[in-house]
């Protein structure tokens, strides 16, 4: 079953206003989220790492945003404890966030995605599943290339029956990243 982007991230999102006529933020409807490639981004200001990667991050998302913007963009879900950390931080940031006030959803997507370590990157297909990479090591190794890997068109097709594409698989302890992989029978094995 298909996830829409506004049961996960509300009618609304925020971002940053570069006209600054008014208000330092901007609403921006969740549904222009819809038939794009959504990387969720966990991180919070006072995260060495997080302060680190963004940065990358970022160069990576407007370098793409010139070829890919109708197909690829990014939700930020701040861990920040208070509002003026989260104000500083996401002026650093050209995609959308969660409000820091709605606060309950941002935790709920903590725990809907098994987030327990920041920065992380989770990547969605248009469709909602979730896209098995793991989104900051990616980002790390390949730059834009990963985006442009991601918003691919047959990324959103069906799975054909000889392979599997794992939904998420999560280990408390060992801190096991998302699989992908073809199927192999037992049978083929032996």
């Given at each position: 079953?298909?996830?829409?982007?506004?049961?996960?991230?509300?009618?609304?999102?925020?971002?940053?206003d570069t006209d600054?006529?008014?208000?330092?933020?901007?609403?921006?409807?969740?549904?222009?989220?819809?038939?794009?490639?959504?990387?969720?981004?966990?991180?919070?200001?006072?995260?060495?790492?997080?302060?680190?990667?963004?940065?990358?991050?970022?160069?990576?998302?407007?370098?793409?945003?010139?070829?890919?913007?109708?197909?690829?963009?990014?939700?930020?879900?701040?861990?920040?404890?208070?509002?003026?950390?989260?104000?500083?931080?996401?002026?650093?940031?050209?995609?959308?966030?969660?409000?820091?006030?709605?606060?309950?959803?941002?935790?709920?997507?903590?725990?809907?995605?098994?987030?327990?370590?920041?920065?992380?990157?989770?990547?969605?297909?248009?469709?909602?599943a979730i896209f098995?990479?793991?989104?900051?090591?990616?980002?790390?190794?390949?730059?834009?290339?990963?985006?442009?890997?991601?918003?691919?068109?047959?990324?959103?097709?069906?799975?054909?029956?000889?392979?599997?594409?794992?939904?998420?698989?999560?280990?408390?302890?060992?801190?096991?990243?998302?699989?992908?992989?073809?199927?192999?029978?037992?049978?083929?094995?032996?």
């Amino acid at each position: 079953m298909a996830t829409k982007f506004s049961d996960l991230f509300g009618d609304n999102l925020i971002a940053v206003d570069t006209d600054r006529k008014s208000e330092v933020y901007r609403q921006v409807p969740t549904s222009e989220l819809e038939n794009k490639v959504v990387g969720i981004y966990f991180s919070g200001h006072w995260c060495g790492p997080c302060r680190n990667f963004t940065p990358k991050l970022a160069e990576c998302y407007t370098k793409a945003q010139s070829e890919l913007h109708d197909r690829f963009d990014i939700v930020f879900v701040s861990s920040d404890t208070d509002e003026q950390s989260f104000k500083e931080y996401f002026q650093t940031m050209p995609w959308k966030a969660i409000p820091y006030s709605d606060r309950d959803r941002a935790r709920k997507l903590k725990d809907k995605f098994y987030v327990e370590g920041i920065p992380t990157l989770i990547v969605l297909l248009p469709n909602g599943a979730i896209f098995p990479v793991d989104g900051r090591s990616d980002i790390v190794e390949k730059g834009v290339e990963a985006i442009r890997f991601w918003s691919q068109d047959e990324n959103d097709l069906p799975v054909s029956p000889d392979k599997y594409v794992w939904q998420g698989v999560f280990c408390d302890g060992c801190k096991m990243r998302p699989l992908i992989g073809q199927r192999t029978d037992i049978s083929d094995l032996r």
